[in-house]
Structures are given as structure tokens and as C-alpha cells.
């Protein structure tokens, strides 16, 4: 049964996490200099209709389609990959739920108010459990997972483009701080590396 990701191929996952943590850098002096909510009005404020639609429905691509190609691509390849695969998003799953449970962060919608930011197509601005950011975490698992199921360099740069995109999402319809991505983004990292360690680690247990 051809694995989803050869012990010898690990190498080709390598260009998901150069562009990957490529954001979390660019993001960086960002998030240490300049005011927490400035890069959430900005993304909100810079609209045309065009990025109205896309943003609209990209957001959406990370609350199940991802989820559900990545699981049924793995179970494809192996039945006990899809159920491993599907184990590690219910942890993410739950690492995030735990962490918006224990902080309830105030999203950017109670620190400038819900008028000072345009409302895209209706979607409803939340208010508390800003961090981190769920959709954010739930795109860089689930591209991830998909750019381990190809050698594409392209390909795997652009899982982790997409990724960035659902995140900008986040920020664009002001539901999220930049750093709300940026922690959920690392945690979908983390669990993906934990990922790849195991199956480093356990190559004969079904991680495939």
C-alpha cells in the first residue's frame, strides 16, 4: 500500500513548512510593533466586492471542506492513516476549544466596536474566544495533511498559500487579532510535527 508520506521522502513536505513559518516570521515584527487591532482594520477596511466574495466563502473552505478532503484522501491511501488523520484534527480541534475556554479573549469588534467595522455579507462579527483562531488552525492542519500527499514543491507552496489566505480571512471580516492566526497556525504546525514524528518513530503502526 503506497504510504502518504516515505520514511525517505520526508525532504518533500519541507517546502509546506519553509512558506509556512515564511508568515509566522513576516508576522512577527508586525504583531511586536505595531497596535494589536491596526492589522485587523486594515485588512478590514482595504474591501472591494471582488475580495468580498472570495474571503466570504474562503473562510468557509476551513470549517469542514479541507477537513473532509485531507481524511478521506488519507483513508484512501490507508484505512488507518484517515483514522489517524482524523484523530490529530480532533486535537486540534480540542486544543483549540480548551485554550478559547480558559482565555475567553475579547475579539476586535468589543476593543473598537462592532461600528467601526464593515460588515462583509451579513457574517456576523463575534464578540469573545478570539484566541486563537479556530479556522486559522483547522486550514494549516488540513492543507498540511494535503501537502504531505505530494512531492509538487509548487504544490506544497501553494497548500500553505491557501492556508494563509483562510487566516487573512480571519482578519479581513474582523473577527481576529494577527495574533490569532499566528497561534493558530503554530498549533496546527505542532500537531502536524507531531505527525510526522510518530510516524518517524512507529512506521509499522498504521501512520502511513
Excluded at 479541507?66 to 484505512?79: C, D
Excluded at 476549544?97 to 460588515?119: F, N, T
Amino acid at each position: 500500500m503506497m504510504s502518504i508520506i516515505s520514511l525517505r521522502q520526508l525532504k518533500r513536505v519541507s517546502t509546506f513548512w519553509y512558506v509556512s513559518l515564511g508568515f509566522l516570521l513576516v508576522s512577527v515584527p508586525i504583531v511586536m510593533f505595531v497596535h494589536p487591532v491596526s492589522p485587523t482594520l486594515w485588512a478590514n477596511e482595504h474591501r472591494t466586492f471582488v475580495l468580498d466574495y472570495f474571503f466570504e466563502y474562503a473562510t468557509k473552505v476551513a470549517e469542514w471542506p479541507v477537513v473532509v478532503a485531507a481524511i478521506v484522501l488519507a483513508y484512501s491511501k490507508h484505512w488507518k492513516t484517515g483514522l489517524y488523520v482524523a484523530g490529530f484534527y480532533g486535537l486540534e480541534a480540542l486544543s483549540v476549544w480548551i485554550i478559547k475556554m480558559a482565555l475567553r479573549e475579547p475579539r476586535p469588534s468589543l476593543e473598537v466596536g462592532i461600528g467601526a467595522l464593515q460588515q462583509v455579507n451579513h457574517i456576523v462579527i463575534h464578540q469573545y474566544n478570539s484566541f486563537p483562531s479556530g479556522h486559522t488552525a483547522a486550514a494549516f492542519m488540513g492543507f498540511g495533511f494535503l501537502s504531505f500527499m505530494t512531492k509538487n514543491p509548487w504544490l506544497q507552496a501553494l497548500c500553505a498559500i491557501c492556508a494563509a489566505c483562510i487566516a487573512y480571512s480571519r482578519m479581513y471580516l474582523g473577527q481576529h487579532y494577527l495574533r490569532d492566526l499566528m497561534a493558530g497556525e503554530l498549533i496546527a504546525l505542532c500537531i502536524l510535527g507531531i505527525y510526522l514524528w510518530l510516524h518517524k518513530k512507529y512506521p509499522d503502526k498504521g501512520l502511513k
